[in-house]
């Protein structure tokens, strides 16, 4: 098997492992067609977005990627910060081109915990005078 490069990328509960290797353009995540897994519109415009920072073609490699946890924007955020780490390991002239474009930043915004006495992390119930 021919080398491949690996990026780790996570954003709010998700986490997605993506591999790439020069091939032929297949793009798969969790065992199905990347198209079908994300099939909202511009999702996988921004997943490629990596690919055309470093103005490489992504019909050159191939990517595999595994991905758990979180909603839809969650695993779409994860996967493309995984392309774009995996993309920095194959070369590391491409570092200032992802970074500019801020693909190499990790999100970390995350739901913020309940509180006790409180409806949710900051609404609280309704002051009532009488």
Known sequence: MAQYFEGIGRRKASTARVRVVA???????????????????????DILRPFGAVGEAAAKYDVTVLVNGGGVTGQTEAVRLGVARALQGMNADWTTL??????????????????????????????TKR
Do not use: C, H, W
């Open 23 to 45: 091939g032929s353009g297949k793009f798969i995540v969790n065992e199905k067609e990347a198209a079908v897994f994300f099939p909202r519109l511009g999702d996988m415009q």
């Open 98 to 127: 992802l970074r500019k474009k801020g693909l190499l930043t990790r999100d970390a915004r995350v739901k913020e915990r309940k509180k006790p006495g409180l409806k949710k992390a900051r609404k609280a119930p309704t002051y």
